[in-house]
């Protein structure tokens, strides 16, 4: 089971990686284009709204009950009745999400000035925060249609193709920066409107990109739609508590939006920066696993095969750990001069370098709660239990508000991120603990072990790779690109130098695995 979680992990990984490296790219883009001041704070915000609703309902929700469902038709029903629930499942999207958009247009104007903070008296940032939010909106059924499309080849075991596709939306908006932004003034539009058309382009491109995989499995649409179907009822159950029961990652993100507006111009634009370059981690570690884990998990449950579920559970989360631990301490270690290398060229400068470091290194303990959630939340789902990820979630959220609302007076937009990353470590944590009891442990021992020795092995990661940065920035002083990248990679190679042989002197067995699939994957054996 290790083997092949690591192997469907690998693919996923590698896939991920693509789309993360091209969102690092997207965000090069968008900082050298418009920097960290009012106009990104703007179409931050703006996004923040359709982002939460995908968040919220297609992306955590959806996953969590549609794949078990999926997984259990085909299963035990065949793959023409499987394709019959997905394609219920796709109508229903499209008519609930297409409702959420048509009130969303609506309500744009009322949820921007409830998000404006320290912009409430700018009508003019009030005014384009709408209309970006408008115009992205229709993001939502998009996205949620991708992310259906991408459980079900998940379920069949099909990951890379699926794994790839959110690379088009960062695809799109790189184009859109480049193409767009530069036309918009000649039709007498703002600039940063490209990029909320990219956003749009980019949702549909995930669609365009799976459709072919899934076509050729068998899939074929047909114009169904019942609310009353037992599958239908089944998911849309789970995905009414389910929605919550995802939803402390995103909420957590929106009161950090509403109480960074109140610190002035930037931090709202900071906090993103580092919000997503943390998630880069998550995306090709934690979500990879998770996914590869899910329709194992889902099959192992529907036949309330409790010892395989937790050597699921066991399995994913020290690969988890064994990948996440290291990125979290390299991102503490070299938190400034990533950003430098990666987001500081024209209008986003030194100054901003700075706040948006300080936000990563306080980000950067989540990647824990976030990875743990992404495996353990869908456990629940697919044992048919969603009211124990809603409480869990709830409580985080509350914390987070609890615990932001004191650290922003004490840290200032700092403090934010450090209460989102606390309060998603306590929500793996509650959540992990629950599930230990329902399915009777999952080799604690085993997980505790691998979790100490990989701690003990990225600490003298870090500090091996921060003392060579600080070596290099009087050795190899320059504010030229190369000189940066020379800089940071040679670093992070004495980073990973220390890291291999610790893991080898400590005996970490899982790392040793993760790094045989990923030396097999590029052919080096």
């Keep these: 089971m290790s083997s092949k979680l690591a192997r469907s992990a690998g693919v996923i990984g590698i896939a991920t990686m693509t789309s993360r490296v091209l969102g690092i790219a997207r965000e090069t883009v968008l900082a050298a284009m418009f920097g960290a001041g009012a ?42 009745e499987a394709w019959r629930v997905g394609n219920l499942v796709l109508n229903a999207l499209l008519l609930v999400t297409g409702a959420l958009v048509v009130i969303g247009i609506f309500l744009a104007g009322p949820v921007t000035r409830r998000l404006a903070g320290a912009y409430e008296g700018d009508q003019e940032w009030l005014t384009l ?30 990951f890379f193709i699926p794994a790839l596709s959110p690379a088009m939306f960062n695809v799109a908006t790189i184009g859109c920066a480049i193409a767009a932004v530069p036309l918009m003034p000649r039709l007498g539009l703002h600039p940063v409107i490209g990029l ?34 037992p599958d239908v009822k089944e998911i849309l159950r789970l995905m009414g508590p389910g929605t919550l029961g995802v939803a402390a990652a995103p909420i957590n993100v929106l009161v950090n939006t509403y109480l960074a507006t109140s610190q002035g111009v930037g931090p709202v634009s900071w906090l993103t920066y580092a919000f997503r370059l943390m998630y880069l981690p998550i995306g090709i570690f934690g979500v990879s696993v998770a996914t ?7 099959r192992q449950a ?27 301490v390299g991102l503490m270690a070299l938190s400034q001069p990533i950003v430098e290398l990666l987001l500081e060229y024209r209008k986003f400068t030194d100054r901003d370098t700075v706040a948006t470091a300080a936000a990563l290194m306080f980000y950067a303990p989540g990647l824990l709660g976030y990875s743990a959630v992404k495996i353990i939340s869908p456990a629940f789902y697919a044992m048919k239990d969603s009211r124990t990820p809603v409480t869990i979630s709830l409580l985080a959220v509350a914390t987070n508000l609890g615990l932001n609302l004191f650290l922003v007076r004490v840290l200032g937009y700092r403090g934010l991120a450090l209460g989102t990353a606390i309060a998603a470590i306590m929500n793996g944590f509650m959540l992990l603990w629950v599930l230990r009891g329902r399915i009777h442990g999952f080799e604690g021992t085993r997980v505790l072990t691998t979790f100490m020795k990989i701690t003990l092995a990225s600490l003298l990661m870090g500090i091996a790779a921060y003392m060579t940065s600080s070596w290099l920035q009087t050795a190899l002083p320059g504010d030229a690109p ?6 940071v990679f040679t670093a992070i190679g004495a980073g990973i130098v220390v890291l291999l042989s610790a893991s080898r002197l400590l005996r970490i067995e899982e790392f040793d695995d993760a790094m045989t699939r990923v030396r097999d994957r590029f052919g080096a054996r």
């Design 292 to 298: 590869a884990a899910l329709p194992e998990m889902s």
């Design 39 to 80: 106009t990104m704070d703007a179409f931050n915000v703006a996004f923040r709204v359709p982002n939460l609703l995908r968040d919220l309902f297609a992306e955590g929700a959806m996953t969590a009950a549609f794949v078990p469902t999926f997984t259990r038709a085909l299963h035990q029903r065949g793959k023409a």
């Design 129 to 158: 925060t709408a209309t970006l939010t408008r115009i992205m909106l229709p993001f939502l059924p998009a996205i949620a249609i991708a992310v259906a499309m991408m459980g079900m080849l998940n379920s069949l075991r099909r």
């Design 482 to 487: 190369v000189m940066r990248a020379v800089r």
């Design 196 to 229: 909320a058309i990219g956003t749009l382009l980019g949702g549909l491109g995930q669609i365009l990109l799976q459709w072919p995989s899934l076509r050729k499995e068998g899939f074929r649409y047909q114009p169904i739609l019942s609310f009353r179907d």
């Design 302 to 328: 529907g036949e309330n095969d409790l010892a395989g579920m937790r050597r699921s559970v066991s399995t994913a989360l020290r690969l988890m750990l064994v990948l996440n631990v290291p990125a979290t």
